[in-house]
Antibody
């Protein structure tokens, strides 16, 4: 059974960089059929797609976050990562990693999510 | 402000049928599939409907999806108390090259 698990600091200071890693088990991160995405959800609010990466390293980003976000992949470790720079309190959210079938918005597997708080 | 528009809330009594609408544009729903997700408090969203009207295994046939033009719709028949959750629609947007979500609809079973 495919599983995804987010990891990283739960507290980040304003203006610093938020870094999270998603570890994939029970399946291949190198499959040609899937993208590996990051999604966030601010407390009490809706879902916000951050971006995604293909096993080759090609990426797609939400245009509103593109200037601050980098997503990378390490197929040898079955991990992909999110770096978001210059964070503010508005970036406080639950961050999810997910597997997306490369045909649209089919996010079939999700991690449990990790809360990241931006505060000094 | 979400790219896809959903009503903030809907409600119904047990056994009733409710529908949740999702309005988009030609660059997203109008040219791509609609997906629906169900989310309970404190848990990750779970895919409920894919490719407009397909149910993953394990999803009851009480849940159905449809699409017409630039709008999608989720119908839940035979409403149960355990259906009380937040529901999100989603689609790929060709102009943004992004996944876009609706703002979510809170379903209350009275």
């Amino acid at each position: 059974q495919l599983q995804l698990q987010e990891s990283g600091p739960g507290l980040v200071k304003p203006s610093e960089t938020l870094s999270l890693t998603c570890t994939v088990t029970g399946g291949s991160i190198g499959s040609s059929s899937y993208y590996w995405d990051w999604i966030r959800q601010t407390p009490g609010k809706g879902l916000d797609w951050i971006g995604g990466i293909y096993y080759t390293g090609s990426t797609y980003y939400n245009p509103s976050l593109r200037s601050r976000v980098t997503i990378s992949i390490d197929t040898s470790k079955s991990q992909f990562s999110l770096n978001m720079g210059s964070v503010t309190a508005a970036d406080t959210a639950v961050y999810y990693c997910a597997r997306r079938l490369g045909e649209g918005a089919s996010l079939g597997y999700w991690g449990r999510g990790t809360l990241v708080t931006v505060s000094s | 402000q979400s790219v896809l528009t959903q009503p903030p809330s809907v409600s119904g009594t047990p056994g009733q049928r409710v529908t949740i609408s999702c309005s988009g544009s030609s660059s997203n729903i109008g040219s791509n599939f609609v997906y629906w997700y169900q989310q309970f408090p404190g848990t990750a969203p779970k895919i409920l409907i894919y490719r407009n009207n397909q149910r993953p295994s394990g999803v009851p046939d009480r849940f159905s999806g449809s699409k017409s033009g630039t709008s999608g719709s989720l119908a839940i028949s035979g409403l149960r108390s355990e259906d009380e959750a937040e529901y999100y629609c989603a689609a790929w947007d060709d102009s943004l090259s992004s996944v876009v979500f609706g703002g979510g609809t809170k379903l209350t079973v009275l």
